[in-house]
């Protein structure tokens, strides 16, 4: 006690009536609009929620219910709100898309249906047909190679000590961009899925493996989502992989907290089950946390906020990963906030992906120059800690790669090279969406051949600016 005594002493403190110099013009707190959440009883301008009241719209169950199927559904929630050539549109958007469509009456409730086409969330969950845009020439349905890194069905083990435990297929939401469309929901009529129902048999033969394997110790739990497992399935799942001695660190990745906040106000089962792996996971000495995935500040409101203070208040660590979508965070503002307002929050943005190269979506992707650009433009907001990595997930399974560590990038054939040392040998190619190149370009994209010579020129760039690099670093092969 005595130092701090004598530094209290010494400090030079000003007289109290001494105005405080300010170097940096005043902020009007008006303009910290990330702390400013949506409240009150918004879902009632949706005409079919005109008498839900609040009790009734924060049941998960209810949200559950009532979610979205089909473009009648739709219809019937929206009625008059949107004209009927909108509803056309979605028609046969359902019907030309590889995802099953599922939204939240939350979700819905939190678009701007004055601004159908241009509003963030209709665009991440909606398809409209006449925004479709037709697929890259390379994409394939399981570009990330999940499928062929798999030992046990639903179980990729990619990197040394890490692995993702696809634990089952549905989610409380269905995204039109979601990577896994390979498995992820009901068949449509583009797609039939691969089965990973959460059957406990091959929950069973994953363990096995994970056990089998002593430098595993990082296991993400996905899907689909982990909103969907039962609490009892939960625990199950926690329990098993935290009795394995190499298992140091477990994530529940679910989108729900963006998507259907209000189960973590009223599914106590849930947030209690939770809440006792995370806890025994503290006492094994171990970390289990949850990971997220808000896309847009407009999905975070108040009742997620309240949500996320409860998971706060129990010493649930809760991060983000965030998909980078053209017309919905690529730009700047809407990235600053949306990683202020998560870090208000008390989530830790960890990631934000350049959106994969999926069937059905690219009138979402953007460039991996957007992706730069977006990173330079966040970097410095705010802390080192909440702000996320921007990342290309390499196609062929090189894993998640810095957007600025590219080999090579050329941004007329919009093909980036990419390498993964660690991870895989060999050279992983991204595609930036053809209808963002000249005219020029996108007229070689319809030719086979060109196609070949433009990725062929791509990998020769990237070996001779490797070559040309090699000297200045002290890092041998
Ligand atoms: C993303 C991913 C992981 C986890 O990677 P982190 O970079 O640690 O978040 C593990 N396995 C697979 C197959 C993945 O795609
Ligand atoms: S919640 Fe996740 S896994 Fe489910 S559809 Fe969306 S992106 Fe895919």
Redesign the pocket.
């Known amino acids: 006690m005595e130092p701090l005594k004598t530094i209290g002493r010494t400090a030079p403190s000003p007289p109290r009536d001494e105005p405080v110099v300010h170097l940096k013009p005043p902020v009007d707190p008006a303009t910290l609009t990330y702390r400013q959440l949506r409240d009150g009883p918004f879902w009632q301008r949706i005409p079919a929620y005109r008498a839900i009241d609040e009790a009734t719209f924060l049941d998960h169950g209810w949200q559950a219910r009532n979610s979205i199927t089909s473009p009648q559904k739709l219809l019937a929630a929206l009625q008059d709100l949107v004209p009927a050539s909108f509803h056309d549109d979605v028609a046969q958007g359902f019907a030309r898309a590889p995802m099953a469509i599922r939204v939240s009456p939350y979700l819905l409730s939190l678009i701007d249906w004055d601004d159908p086409y241009g509003d963030p969330l209709r665009r991440q969950f909606v398809p409209v047909a006449s925004r479709l845009l037709p697929d890259h020439p390379k994409l394939t349905l399981d570009s990330?190679h999940?499928q062929a890194?798999a030992p046990v069905p639903g179980l990729?083990?990619?990197?040394p000590d890490?692995?993702?435990f696809l634990a089952l297929d549905t989610c409380p939401v269905y995204c039109r961009f979601c990577t896994r469309s390979y498995a992820v929901g009901v068949d449509t009529d583009e797609v039939e899925k691969v089965s990973l129902k959460a059957t406990e048999d091959r929950w069973a033969r994953a363990f096995r493996y994970i056990g089998e394997r002593p430098e595993l110790e990082?296991i993400?739990v996905s899907g689909g989502d982990s909103y969907q497992l039962k609490a009892r399935q939960l625990s199950l799942i926690g329990d098993t992989l935290l009795d394995i001695d190499h298992i140091r660190r477990i994530?529940f990745a679910t989108k729900g907290p963006a998507v259907m906040p209000m189960k973590l106000l009223t599914d106590d089962e849930w947030v209690d089950a939770l809440t006792r792996v995370v806890e025994k996971g503290r006492r094994l000495h171990k970390e289990v946390v949850l990971?997220t995935h808000f896309n847009h500040p407009d999905e975070i409101t108040a009742i997620t906020r309240r949500g996320l203070d409860r998971l706060h208040e129990r010493g649930v660590i809760v991060r983000n990963?965030a998909v980078l979508q053209r017309g919905v965070n690529d730009t700047i503002d809407t990235m600053q906030t949306l990683v202020k307002r998560l870090g208000y929050c008390n989530v830790q943005p960890?990631?934000v992906y350049v959106h994969d190269l999926v069937k059905g979506v690219e009138d979402l992707r953007t460039t991996v120059q957007t992706a730069v650009d977006l990173e330079k433009a966040v970097r410095g907001v705010t802390a080192g800690f909440q702000t996320p990595t921007f990342?290309c997930?390499a196609p062929g399974?090189g894993?998640?790669r810095v957007v600025h560590s590219f080999e090579h990038y050329d941004r007329d054939t919009g093909v980036s090279v990419w390498t993964a040392p660690s991870v895989k040998p060999g050279f992983f190619l991204y595609f930036d969406p053809i209808d963002t190149l000249a005219p020029a370009y996108q007229a070689r994209w319809a030719v086979p051949a060109e196609q070949d010579e433009m990725i062929a020129q791509a990998i020769a760039a990237a070996r001779a600016q490797m070559a040309a690099t090699a000297h200045a670093s002290s890092v041998r092969r």
């Open positions: 990330l999940e890194d990729t083990h990619r990197y890490k692995a993702l990082d993400v994530r990971h990963q960890y990631y990342v997930d399974g894993g998640k």
